[in-house]
Structures are given as C-alpha cells and as structure tokens.
C-alpha cells in the first residue's frame, strides 16, 4: 500500500492493524455494494413493466431458509469482523518494561512535550524507531485532540485529567500532529511534526538537548501557585528577600549567627520561618508546615537552587 499512498504510508504498528481492517471492511463493502447494484439492475429488467416473468408468491425456500440463512450468516460476518479488529487492541494499554514515558500538555494553541530526561519541546515530537512510547497527556485549558494520522492514532486531551496512547513506531521520518478538536480562533495553527529517529540517531539527538530537571519546573509552578512571588520579587508591596543567588551563599542571620544556605536552610527558611530572621526584614513570612508535601518540597527547593545557577533552569 506504500507505493500506492505514500502520503497516508503508515509509520506504527497499530497504523498497520488499522489499515489491515479498513481495506478488508473496504474489501467487503465494495463486494457487498457491486452485488446489490447488479441485483438492482438484474431485477429492474427482468420484472419491468410488461415482461412475462413470472410474478407472485416466493417459493417456500426462499422466504425462509435462504432469508435466515443470510442474515444470521452477515450477522456472524460482522461478528468476526468485529472481533477480530478490536481483540487486537487493548484498552488501557498495558506497561511494558522500558517503555518510555513521555507527557504532552496541549494548550491553546500549542503541544508542548517533555521527555523522561527532561527535555523539552513545543509542537515537535522527537522518538526513536522501534520503542514502546506511552504518551501521557492532559490539557491546560479546553479539549484538545492529539492526531497523528501516519499513526492512525487520535486521542482527546482534557482538562482536569490525564488520558494516555501507547506507539510503536515502526518508520523514521516526520510526520504531521494535528490538533483534531476544535479549540479557538488559532486551532488551525495547532499543528507540529513528530520526527521518528533511528535509534542512535535519537540517542544522538537526546543527548544534545539542554539538560532541564523536570522538578526544577514543577517548583516553579509550586512557587507561582503558593504565593511565594507576590512578597520576594521585586516588584512586591512586602520587603521580602531576594532569592536569586541565595542558595550556596552564607549570609548573617540577626542572632548573630550565621549559615551556609543549603537545600536544609531552605527547608527551614520555608516551614519554620521563624527560626531565622534575616536582618532588615520583618518577620512576614507564613509558615508553610504541612501545606507543603515532601514531594512539592524537593520540587521547590530545587527551584530556589536554579534560581542560583545550582542547576539551569
Ligand atoms: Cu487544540
């Protein structure tokens, strides 16, 4: 079928089933519709107006035997039709040892990928030949449709919860994404290309990325959302201070003492703000004990390193 379409060639192996099933019910329908249309035609000119067929009753076998036997026996066709295309396919997919994970947040109007190294990428999609891929995606504002079409693959990306599609891919080349649910005034510009690489050609292409920690990210959300900026930026009504760079420095606290700024002080500076006045500040900060879980901590703190150059962002 290649040669014949090479625009629609399918690149996965689920796009192999899918076309396998659609040119046998393409197969079947053709058949089935050339048979009715000579029928329709054979009996137009046999009984038409005039002729001397002979008209009346059917015989017995005809209006019942011949009559249940084709239709259970189309019944049963569609049966195993049915059974055999969608066996094929799991729902959910099942895990697979190295499969790779990769997570796609849609929003108007873009794709945005993260890879398990922390790569990241915007309306492109780089993945090695041959992988089981798993592709975890949510959305951050309305309905998106993550469409692959040399994948036969479409999926709705919500809002609010994760929904999630597993390739093979089976092809190197590039191939168009589409956004396939309409989603604004630019939904037509939701589009990208998803690049299948040999595998060492990816491995190649990996390791060139920029290497960003994926909780670096996450802290930042957490900071945005937990209010941190509106007090320790510069722009805040609050005197609070300034945390770029803070991180691995040793600053003076007004006890007298004073610290090595470590993920530790961190922690410390965050729960229990108490324990440590900075001097010239007043004690404004809120505590954040047990608002904060553990998980979001390291996120957060690896943030506040970044902010340092402690890891690029
Ligand atoms: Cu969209």
Redo the contacts with the bound molecule.
């Keep these: 079928m290649n040669e014949l379409f090479p625009f629609t060639a399918p690149a996965s192996i689920a796009a192999r089933q899918v076309d396998t099933a659609f040119y046998w019910i393409l197969v079947i329908a053709v058949v089935t519709g050339a048979l009715l249309l000579l029928l329709v035609i054979a009996f137009s000119i046999r009984y038409r107006r005039g002729s001397a067929a002979r008209r009346g009753a059917l015989p017995d076998i005809l209006s019942k035997e011949v009559e249940i036997g084709w239709t259970t026996g189309t019944v049963f066709i569609f049966l195993f039709l049915f059974w055999w295309f969608v066996g094929g396919f799991e729902f959910p997919p099942r895990h697979v040892p190295n499969e790779m994970e990769i997570h796609v947040v849609?929003k108007?109007?873009m794709w945005k990928i993260e890879h398990p190294g922390g790569a990241r990428e915007i309306d492109a999609l780089h993945i090695p030949e041959g992988a089981t891929i798993r592709l975890i995606m949510t959305s951050e504002d309305?309905?998106?449709?993550f469409y692959v079409p040399a994948f036969r693959i479409k999926q709705d990306?919500l809002p609010g919860r994760y929904t999630e599609i597993v390739l093979h891919p089976s092809r190197t080349g590039t191939f168009h994404l589409f956004?396939a649910?309409?989603?604004?005034t630019q939904?037509s510009h939701?589009t990208g290309f998803v690049t299948v690489m040999a595998p060492a050609a990816y491995a190649a292409w990996q390791n060139a990325q920029p290497k960003a920690s994926t909780t670096v990210a996450e802290g930042e959300v957490l900071y945005a959302t937990l209010g941190c900026a509106a007090c320790h930026s510069v722009r805040s009504r609050v005197k609070a201070p300034k945390l770029e760079g803070l991180y691995g420095s040793t600053i003076a606290l007004s006890d007298g003492r004073s610290a090595h700024v470590d993920e530790a002080y961190l922690r410390g500076a965050i729960l229990h703000p108490g324990d440590l006045r900075v001097p010239g500040f007043a004690p404004a900060m809120p505590s954040y004990a047990g608002s904060i879980a553990d998980t979001d901590m390291d996120a957060l703190t690896d943030y506040l390193k970044s902010l340092s150059g402690g890891s690029s962002p």
């Design positions: 849609a108007q109007w309305v309905i998106h449709s990306v956004c649910e309409f989603c604004g939904h939701m």
